[in-house]
C-alpha cells in the first residue's frame, strides 16, 4: 500500500473529481466522484452520455492553432427552453456523470427549469490536450486557459441550445472549481450573470500552514478534544524522539509497518505528513458520508486504556487496513513522473503542476498551534517542485493575486459558501455581510463542499437551512 501526501492538494476538488482512491492524497478539491455518486439518479436521466467539443489548445496565442478534444456533458431533462443555464465548473479530475444528475444544484435546476451543462477541466479525465504530461507539454495546464475553455465552451452551448438572450447563466463549483467558477464571473462578466463558490481557496498561498491548525480547531470541538489533541502531540513527540533514537528509523518503521523501511529525512517528513494526513483527510471531509469522523478519531485518541502512541499506533492501522505501507520519498517522486495519460488517474501530477506554477497550497508543519509535529516544513513541499519538474522557483502566488483579486475581489452576484470544519475556509471568502454585493454564507459544523451534496443522514443538521438560503439567493437573483 501506498501512501504519501501530495503537495495539495487538492484535497481537493472538484469537480467531478480526484481525491478518488486516498482521502490522504489531498488536493484542493472535493471528491465529487464519490459525492455525485451519492445522489438518486431517476431512470429517465439515464440517457445522459459523454460527448466531444473541439477546443483551442491556446486561448492567448492566436499563431497557435492546435486543438483537442474536451468532453462535456448535458442534462436538458428540465429546461424549458427559456429558463436558465445551470453551468458546473470541473476541476482538477475526471468528470462524472453525476456531475449533472446527483448534485444538489440538480434539485435547483430543476425548481428553475434549468439547462444544466458541464465542461471537463482540461488535461483531466479524458481530456487530453497533449499527447503526454512532460513538464514542456503542461505549458497549456493553468487557471486562465481552463476559464477559457469554459467561455468558449459557453458560446457554443448558447448557439447549439438557441439559448434565449434572456437566460441568466449560473455557474456552480467547489473547492479549486469553486474558485475557478468565482474567477469565472471576475474575467468573463458578459457570460455569466451569478455564480455559487463553494469552499473556494481564492487566496492562494504558498505556505498553508493554517490547514493544520483549522485540523487542530475542528478536533477540540470533540467531545474530550483536548485529550484528543493533547495525545497526538505526546504521540508525536514520542516519534520524533524514537526517530534521533541509534537504529530509530528501523524501529519506527517496523511499528507502522513500513516497507521499505524509513531512510532519509524525505522519508521521515512524507510519513510523519501521512501520519497528519489521516486526520487531515477525515476531518476535511467530516460527517459528508459513512466511515471515519472527527469523534471516532478522537475516540481512539482518547482511549484510557491505552498510551498516547498506540492510540496514534490504531488510527494509523485503521487506514492501513493494518497492511504495510510505502512512504518513501523515491516512490512518491517516481509516480509524479509519470507523464502517461491515464483518463482513469486521479490527476495527481496535473495538479502539482498547477500548484508549483499558481496556487501552491502546501500544508505544512510550519505552525505551533497544531499537534503533529515539525518535520514537514514548505521546504519539503517546495522540493518536491524541483525534484518533479526541476522548478527552482516559487509557485507564483502573486500573479494569481493580481489576476484574480485574492480576497478582495471587484464584482457582484458571487456568493461565497464554506464550512467552519473545513481546514480550506481559511483561505476563501466567509466573513462578507449577507448585505454585500459579493456575500459570504459560513455554515457551522460542515467541511468541505458539503453544501454541493445532497443531504443525507451524517449531514449536519445545519445544512439543509444553509441550502435554503443559498436557494433563495438563486431565487432573488433570477427573478
Not at 479549486?176 to 474567477?183: D, F, Q, R
Not at 491515464?342 to 510550519?366: K, L
Request: proline share 4%; aromatic share 12%.
Amino acid at each position: 500500500m501506498f501512501r504519501h501526501q501530495v503537495a495539495l492538494l487538492a484535497l481537493f476538488s472538484i469537480v467531478a473529481s480526484a481525491l478518488l482512491a486516498d482521502a490522504r492524497v489531498f488536493r484542493p478539491h472535493v471528491d465529487l466522484h464519490r459525492h455525485t455518486r451519492v445522489g438518486h439518479q431517476d431512470a429517465h436521466l439515464q440517457g445522459i452520455k459523454y460527448q466531444w467539443f473541439t477546443q483551442r489548445l491556446d486561448h492567448f496565442n492566436q499563431a497557435n492553432q492546435g486543438t483537442f478534444q474536451q468532453r462535456y456533458v448535458i442534462n436538458d431533462q428540465y429546461w424549458d427552453g427559456t429558463g436558465p443555464v445551470f453551468m458546473m465548473i470541473n476541476g482538477e479530475g475526471p468528470m462524472d456523470l453525476g456531475t449533472v444528475t446527483g448534485m444538489k444544484f440538480v434539485q435547483w435546476a430543476e425548481t428553475f427549469k434549468a439547462l444544466i451543462i458541464s465542461l471537463e477541466h482540461r488535461y483531466y479525465g479524458a481530456s487530453f490536450a497533449t499527447p503526454d504530461l512532460s513538464t514542456e507539454n503542461l505549458a497549456y495546464l493553468s487557471s486562465q486557459q481552463a476559464l477559457g475553455d469554459n467561455a468558449v465552451f459557453r458560446q457554443f452551448i448558447a448557439a447549439e441550445y438557441n439559448v434565449p438572450a434572456s437566460s441568466k447563466w449560473v455557474s456552480f463549483g467547489g473547492s479549486y472549481s469553486g474558485a475557478l467558477t468565482s474567477w469565472f464571473r471576475l474575467k468573463y462578466p458578459a457570460l455569466v450573470d451569478l455564480t455559487i463558490a463553494s469552499s473556494a481557496p481564492v487566496n492562494a498561498v504558498v505556505d498553508f500552514y493554517q490547514y493544520l491548525e483549522v485540523v487542530q480547531n475542528s478536533l477540540l470541538a470533540t467531545t474530550n478534544g483536548q485529550q484528543c489533541v493533547n495525545n497526538i502531540a505526546a504521540a508525536t513527540q514520542k516519534i520524533q524522539g524514537m526517530l534521533q533514537q541509534q537504529g530509530g528509523l528501523q524501529s519506527v518503521s517496523n511499528m507502522f509497518k513500513l516497507v521499505p523501511a524509513l531512510q532519509t529525512q524525505n522519508d521521515v517528513a512524507n510519513f510523519m505528513q501521512s501520519l497528519a494526513g489521516n486526520f487531515m483527510g477525515v476531518v476535511q471531509y467530516n460527517l459528508e458520508g459513512p466511515g471515519p469522523s472527527t469523534t471516532s478519531l478522537c475516540q481512539t485518541m482518547t482511549n484510557n486504556a491505552n498510551d498516547a502512541l498506540t492510540n496514534y499506533l490504531a488510527v494509523w492501522n485503521t487506514f492501513a487496513d493494518n497492511e504495510s505501507s510505502d512512504v518513501t520519498y523515491q516512490t512518491m517522486i517516481e509516480e509524479m513522473l509519470n507523464v502517461t495519460n491515464d483518463e482513469n488517474a486521479i490527476g495527481g501530477r496535473m495538479w502539482f503542476y498547477q500548484t508549483c506554477t499558481e496556487f501552491g497550497y502546501y500544508q505544512t508543519s510550519d505552525s505551533s498551534n497544531q499537534p503533529f509535529g515539525d518535520l514537514f516544513p514548505i521546504q519539503f513541499a517546495t522540493q518536491q517542485c524541483d525534484d518533479v519538474f526541476n522548478f527552482t522557483f516559487l509557485p507564483n502566488v502573486n500573479w494569481t493575486h493580481t489576476t484574480y483579486g485574492d480576497l478582495n475581489p471587484v464584482n457582484s452576484n458571487i456568493l461565497y459558501v464554506n464550512g467552519d470544519i473545513d481546514p480550506w475556509h481559511s483561505l476563501g471568502i466567509y466573513t462578507n455581510p449577507t448585505t454585500s454585493p459579493s456575500p459570504s454564507l459560513l455554515i457551522h459544523g460542515t467541511a468541505h463542499c458539503a453544501d454541493m451534496m445532497i443531504p443525507n443522514s451524517y449531514s449536519p443538521s445545519t445544512l439543509v437551512p444553509a441550502q435554503k438560503t443559498i436557494e433563495s439567493y438563486l431565487q432573488k437573483w433570477l427573478q
